[in-house]
């Protein structure tokens, strides 16, 4: 089992594909539905009483634990943001925390034991109110984005210090570690204390960096692309659910789920939000995952 914290979001996002407005979205809701083709999800999360039924419908059916997402008295989460023709590069127009301003996550007590633990991008005081909460064997990794690292970088830094791995968009890393090597990056990020790093590029695939080593994969090349938001942490929930599924975290392994990471957000920007996955099948995914070793292997 794979325990998620992160936000559950309506968006709204206009991409020069189109816009949808009060869209489900969120860090932890993006993951969790990648994460859900490979393994069972737990998702700890708060939501206002203006959440629709239909989205706890969607993610139920996709088998995703609810037990750990409150619903609380006030609007839920909300996101405006838009892009430009680099599909890279997301601007940020609203941010509106709302019922997540006053969270206090309490995990449920089945919770407790999991083996692997994502926190995913939101509040970095929350992220360590959840692993505070989990078994110290846990293998944690965190994502995080340029708002925390401005307006939270003191509680960035210590949940850094905390975790196994951890995971950054480029231009975030280059923000947090002030610097505009990526090799520096990974370096400054584990000297914080994880074992390792993995870089994400967007369309231009992800950087995974150890003491020992360094492995590059390139993002799928795919026809139509729609709409980015999620890209990211559907890239973690297929690279996370690779690991959990497998229990493996042999190197080897780690190289294979960035290939599914790369797989899951490939399918996720086929469509708005997470509209691709309702479709989605494990054996498209498994095709794609062949397709990219053979237009990688040389
Ligand atoms: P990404 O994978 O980076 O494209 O994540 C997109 C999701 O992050 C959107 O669905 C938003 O609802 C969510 N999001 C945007 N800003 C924040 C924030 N400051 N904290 C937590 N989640 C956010």
């Not at 996101?79 to 023709?85: A, I, Q, R, V």
């Not at 990020?189 to 960096?209: D, N, R, S, T």
């Amino acid at each position: 089992m794979i325990v998620v914290v992160g936000s559950v979001a309506l968006d709204k996002v206009k991409t020069p594909f189109g816009q949808v407005d009060e869209m489900l979205g969120g860090s932890a809701t993006h993951f969790a539905c990648a994460a859900s083709f490979f393994t069972k999800v737990g998702l700890v999360a708060v939501v206002g009483s203006d959440f629709p039924d239909e989205h706890i419908d969607f993610l139920t059916a996709r088998g995703v634990d609810l037990s750990g997402l409150e619903t609380q008295d006030g609007q839920t989460f909300r996101w405006e943001g838009y892009y430009e023709y680099d599909l890279n590069q997301a601007h940020t127009i609203d941010t509106q925390l709302n019922v997540f301003e006053s969270f206090k996550p309490k995990l449920p007590e089945n919770y407790k034991d999991t083996e692997f633990l994502f926190l995913a991008n939101i509040d970095p005081d929350l992220q360590q109110a959840v692993l505070s909460q989990v078994n110290d064997d846990v293998f944690s990794v965190c994502d995080t984005m340029n708002y925390w690292i401005s307006s939270k970088p003191g509680s960035l830094t210590d949940l850094i210090k905390k975790v196994n791995l951890c995971l950054m968009n480029d231009s975030e890393a280059r923000e947090f570690c002030q610097t505009f090597s990526m090799l520096e990056s990974a370096r400054k990020l584990m000297a914080l204390g994880p074992e390792a790093v993995i870089l994400k590029k967007g369309e231009h695939g992800a950087l995974l960096f150890t003491d020992a080593t360094h492995f590059a994969a390139p993002a799928f090349p795919i026809e139509e692309i729609k709409d980015p938001t999620g890209a990211g942490d559907s890239f973690a929930g297929g690279f996370l659910g690779h690991l959990a599924k497998t229990g493996d975290l042999s190197e080897p392994n780690i190289r294979k789920a960035i290939i599914y990471g790369s797989v899951m957000a490939s399918f996720n920007v086929e469509g708005f939000g997470a509209q691709r996955l309702v479709s989605l099948t494990n054996d498209e995914i498994e095709s794609r995952f062949d397709l990219f070793r053979s237009i990688t292997c040389f």
